[in-house]
C-alpha cells in the first residue's frame, strides 16, 4: 500500500515535469505519452517498477535538456563573440577605407596637376609667362615684407613718441602747480 500512496504522491509530480519540460521535437512528444499511458494504466505489481523505469527517463531527460541549455548558452555566447568581432572588423577596415579614400582624392588631384603640367610643358611661351608672374610674386612679396619692417619701425618710434609726450605733459603739470 505504502508503494501504491508512493506512486499517487509521485504522480502529479512526474505529470508537472513532464508538461514543463520543451519538447525538443514530435518524438519525444510521442514517447512521453507512451509513458505517461502505460504509467496510468499499469498495476500495482508494476508500480515500483514503472517508477524505476520512469525515474530513469526523468533523469535522463533532466540530463539531455541541462546538455541542450548549455550548448546553446555557448552558442549565443559564440554568437556574441562572433558579432563583436566582426562589429570591429568591419570599423577597422571602414577606417581603412576613409584614409584609402583620401590617399585616391590626393592622387587624383596630383594626377590633374601633372597633367596639366604637361600641357604647360607643350607650350613654351605658358613656361615663360609662369616663370615671369612666380618672379612677379616674389617681388611683391619681398616689397611687402619691407613694408611691413618698415611700419613695424614706424610703430615703435610712434609709441616712443607717445611716451615722450605723455612725459613732457606730466613735467608741465607739475611746473604749472
Not at 91 to 99: G, I
Not at 163 to 170: Q, S, V
Request: hydrophobic fraction near 25%.
Amino acid at each position: 500500500m505504502s508503494s501504491l500512496l508512493s506512486h499517487n504522491n509521485d504522480q502529479p509530480r512526474i505529470r508537472k515535469s513532464l508538461s514543463d519540460s520543451s519538447p525538443t521535437s514530435s518524438t519525444t512528444k510521442s514517447l512521453r505519452h507512451e509513458r505517461l499511458s502505460r504509467l496510468s494504466s499499469s498495476d500495482v505489481s508494476n508500480d515500483t517498477s514503472t517508477n524505476h523505469a520512469e525515474s530513469y527517463f526523468l533523469r535522463r531527460e533532466n540530463r539531455l535538456s541541462a546538455r541542450k541549455k548549455a550548448e546553446e548558452e555557448t552558442a549565443n555566447n559564440d554568437y556574441k563573440k562572433m558579432y563583436e568581432k566582426a562589429l570591429a572588423t568591419n570599423q577597422r577596415l571602414k577606417s581603412r577605407l576613409e584614409t584609402s579614400k583620401q590617399e585616391l582624392a590626393m592622387i587624383q588631384d596630383q594626377l590633374q596637376r601633372a597633367q596639366r603640367g604637361r600641357v604647360g610643358d607643350c607650350g613654351s611661351n605658358m613656361l615663360e609667362t609662369e616663370k615671369k608672374e612666380s618672379w612677379s610674386l616674389k617681388k611683391r612679396i619681398s616689397d611687402m615684407e619691407e613694408q611691413l619692417k618698415v611700419k613695424a619701425e614706424l610703430n615703435m618710434e610712434n609709441q616712443r613718441l607717445k611716451d615722450e609726450n605723455g612725459a613732457l605733459i606730466r613735467v608741465i603739470t607739475k611746473l604749472s602747480k
